[in-house]
């Protein structure tokens, strides 16, 4: 199997898998406890049908949409994920390359592995920076200064991870960042070793927006789960929320909401957008899914802010389904990881081209021709 | 695979599977008929979600409540479960002391091993005794006085087995207690030699508290079902509940209640509390869960008596939908029961840190400082 073999989103799943030692494979692939909410991220789309139109002509279709006063030409762009560069030696230099081809939001996260100024040095395409919240001020504030001097035009604060999710996979392999050799894991990593060679030959392994202010640096082994619960600043509230939306100026949004309540907050505090979203069934297990909750959160705030559905996203008629729904764009991490460690650059893009094929063919058998013309008048739920 | 390697339900069952003879590890994982019931115990936590509150600053959330009038540290404790010596030939003191240390409640069954006065030499912890009414009333009354002298704080009356449900697989592997060698499961008792050779230099195994009572059941090979239905009153009815909330005269719980009617004749016969049960699915197959059940009960009479949550429950998160839905705590059986064949007193604290610490991390993530916070706007149930 190769990147030529590779359609959907299972199988860029599976030559990932193929191709990635089982410990980092199941870091991308797992999620919380019994990985229910990951599974109804996916399923939940699968409770509401479309209804096309037709005779509508179609020829042309337009798939561009504006967030955050950007506009993509997708309706769906790279949520921020952690560590790429273990995914593949490239990383983000590979996803970036690939979002600017498409024109898409390019989300980096507090843990890249490639710095904001080399990243912004490298596309001028739409870029968010993801922010994690520090009980080191100086960390916080050194993060914000870099995006902002690096022009990232949004700050999003991921206000999920308040503490580790129970990753059992993670328990189970052993998974640190960076990886560390454990008899278990080991075979794994012996059997992969176009991987290691890639690993260790392409430059050292960084976190270079932690890295000043880690003193053992990062590229000493530690588990997520233990990031977010030493490092993070578990007493973040939404006084803290406001000033960094102030501070911050520009573009800022708050990735992690269900509550209808907090959504309301979260236009109260300035943010300019929100993502509905569960991590990826990453932390809270038997949480809602963002789709599952999307039109309340439309209902209370879709006119005063961009609401964005993240999550669960396998296919194009899942976007057009959130769409319908109100969302103003879609946004997903393993939709591009698996076709990042499958085949890098052209691997991303590989999958970005796929999705946005299924994005025209879906959207012509809707009937539709922009995604303005996309409503809820579109959707059954089923009882 | 050794008790450290136990993260959830699943492994401790595997651990216990392992360590015990077959007759007896099914005994414990079987239930009624097809087990229709048994396994939408947990499968009817899937159908509802939890909606998180972000930026709340929890701190460290109080994960305490009360129930039959003692304050436990977490809302969760151990069902009573018959001859636990069968699992781990430290039986009902290993169990007691792990609960004890954990600051929750232990629960002694009528056909406990040990004495009631031998647990409360061991354990000042907080103390529930499973009461059956026996056709010899002698025996109840009996059971109910050495209760009272020996400082157990509750009293649960079990009204679910009137007769003995229909457990198909011990039909198939010949399960009698104590157990009795036959050609089928002596190849089993055989492959597991450290289990035989506990079991039978611990001490001698008996029905401890109804042992000087009755000839029956303690020492001949004989099946509980047999048991059950020779020993418990069939004719048993709400007068003779009534009797023994009397008699007893303090926090009281009926364990088994389903319906909406029976909860509020707990209250008129003055129990404290009722247990929403199916005896874990081992009785009535196809009868409702717990779960499924529980909000029209606590929407009837949860301002009027405790609400305790028994069977199904395996996450943290089981505990969390639980009390949204208007339960004081939860109990389990069997995966207690399989961390004790797993580990004897270590793997019920293993068990009891990992549920501790599972509930813990979902406060958090929930926006939650205490088990007050979880009330029903934040458990929303899909169509
Ligand atoms: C491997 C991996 C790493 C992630 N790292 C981060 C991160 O560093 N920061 C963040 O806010 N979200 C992170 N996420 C969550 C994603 O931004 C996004 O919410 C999630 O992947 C959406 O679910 P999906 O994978 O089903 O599309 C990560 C997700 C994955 C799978
Ligand atoms: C092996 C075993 C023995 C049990 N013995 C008793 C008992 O003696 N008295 C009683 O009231 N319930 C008994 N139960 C039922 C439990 O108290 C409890 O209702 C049930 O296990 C809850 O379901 P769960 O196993 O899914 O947690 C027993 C359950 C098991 C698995």
């Not at chain 1, 991987?195 to 030959?201: D, S």
């Not at chain 2, 050609?183 to 035989?196: D, I, K, T, Y």
Request: charged share 25%; net charge positive.
């Amino acid at each position: 199997m190769n990147l030529k073999d590779c359609h959907n989103f299972s199988d860029f799943r599976k030559l990932a898998q193929k191709r990635l030692p089982s410990p980092i494979f199941h870091y991308i692939d797992g999620a919380a406890d019994d990985e229910v909410t990951y599974a109804r991220n996916t399923s939940a789309f699968d409770d509401v049908d479309l209804v096309p139109n037709v005779l509508r002509g179609v020829e042309e279709v337009d798939l561009s949409t504006t967030i955050f006063g950007k506009k993509l030409d997708l309706p769906f762009y790279l949520s921020p994920t952690a560590l790429q560069r273990l995914f593949h030696y490239d990383g983000e230099r590979a996803v970036g390359k690939a979002a600017k081809k498409f024109n898409t939001m390019f989300g980096v996260s507090a843990l890249a592995t490639v710095s904001v100024e080399e990243i912004s040095s490298m596309i001028d395409t739409p870029k968010m920076f993801q922010f994690y919240f520090h009980k080191d001020r100086g960390l916080n504030d050194s993060c914000l200064e870099r995006a902002k001097a690096a022009n990232f035009d949004v700050m999003a604060l991921t206000v999920d991870t308040i503490t580790g999710g129970n990753r059992e996979r993670d328990l189970r392999t052993g998974f640190t960042s960076p990886p560390k050799l454990t008899l278990a894991s080991l075979y794994s990593f012996a059997t992969k070793p176009m991987w290691g060679i890639n690993y260790l030959t392409k430059g050292k392994f960084e976190l270079p927006h932690l890295q000043d202010f880690v003193k053992e640096g990062t590229d000493v082994n530690s588990s997520i789960g233990n990031y977010f619960s030493t490092m993070l600043d578990q007493s973040m509230n939404w006084k803290d929320a406001e000033n960094l939306c102030s501070k911050w100026g520009g573009h800022f949004a708050l990735k992690g909401i269900m509550s209808v309540e907090d959504a309301k907050r979260a236009v109260d505090i300035g943010c300019t957008g929100i993502m509905v979203s569960n991590h990826g069934g990453r932390q809270l297990d038997g949480s809602r899914a963002p789709f599952d909750q999307l039109a309340e959160i439309v209902d209370a705030v879709g006119d005063k802010l961009d609401v964005i559905c993240e999550g669960g996203i396998h296919r194009g008629t899942h976007m057009l389904k959130a769409l319908s729904l109100g969302a103003k764009a879609c946004s997903g991490g393993r939709l591009y990881l698996y076709a990042l460690a499958a085949g890098g650059q052209a691997g991303v893009e590989r999958a970005l081209e796929k999705y946005k094929a299924e994005l025209v063919r879906d959207m012509k058998l809707m009937g539709c021709t922009k995604i303005s013309d996309l409503n809820r008048s579109n959707l059954r739920f089923r009882k | 695979m050794a008790l450290k390697d136990c993260y959830n339900f699943n492994d401790f069952r595997n651990l216990a599977k392992k360590k015990l003879p077959s007759p007896i590890f099914h005994y414990i994982d079987g239930g009624a008929d097809d087990e229709t019931t048994l396994k939408r115990n947990t499968e009817a936590f899937n159908q509802c979600d939890l909606v998180p509150n972000i930026l709340a600053n929890v701190g460290k959330p109080d994960l305490s409540t009360t129930i039959f009038g003692k304050k436990i540290d977490m809302p969760i404790f151990l069902s009573p479960c018959a001859m636990q010596r069968l699992y781990h030939h430290d039986g009902d003191k290993a169990s007691a002391r792990a609960a004890e240390k954990f600051g929750t409640f232990y629960s002694m069954s009528t056909m406990a091993n040990n004495t009631i006065e031998e647990i409360s030499n061991i354990s000042g912890g907080p103390k529930l005794f499973q009461l059956y009414v026996h056709k010899d009333q002698s025996i109840t009354d009996d059971l109910i006085d050495r209760c009272k002298r020996s400082g157990f704080n509750g009293m649960c009356l079990t009204v679910d087995t009137l007769v003995a449900g229909n457990r198909e697989r011990d039909h198939r592997t010949g399960f009698t207690t104590p157990p009795k060698l036959t050609l089928q499961s002596l190849m089993s008792f055989a492959s597991h030699p450290s289990w035989v050779f506990n079991y039978l230099t611990h001490g001698k195994f008996k029905l401890a508290n109804v042992a000087s009572k009755t000839d029956k059941g303690t020492n001949i090979a004989k099946s509980v079902i047999e048991y059950i239905n020779e020993q418990y009153d069939p004719s048993m009815n709400w007068k003779d509940a009534e009797y023994c909330v009397k008699k007893w005269n303090g926090p009281f719980a009926l364990k088994g209640v389903m319906s909406v009617d029976d909860a509020k004749r707990a209250i008129d016969i003055g129990c404290t509390a009722i247990m929403i049960s199916n005896h874990g699915g081992r009785q009535l197959d196809g009868s409702r869960s717990p779960f499924d059940q529980i909000k029209a009960i606590s929407d009837a009479v949860g301002d009027k008596l405790e609400i305790i949550l028994d069977g199904g429950v395996r996450r943290g998160t089981h505990v969390l939908k639980a009390l949204a839905a208007g339960a004081k705590a939860c109990s389990f059986g069997k995966i207690f029961l399989f961390s004790l064949a797993a580990g004897g007193q270590q793997g019920v604290e293993h068990l009891l840190r990992n549920m501790h610490d599972e509930i813990n991390r979902n406060m958090v993530l929930m926006g939650c400082k205490n088990l007050k916070e979880l009330n029903s706007s934040k458990l929303i149930y899909r169509n």
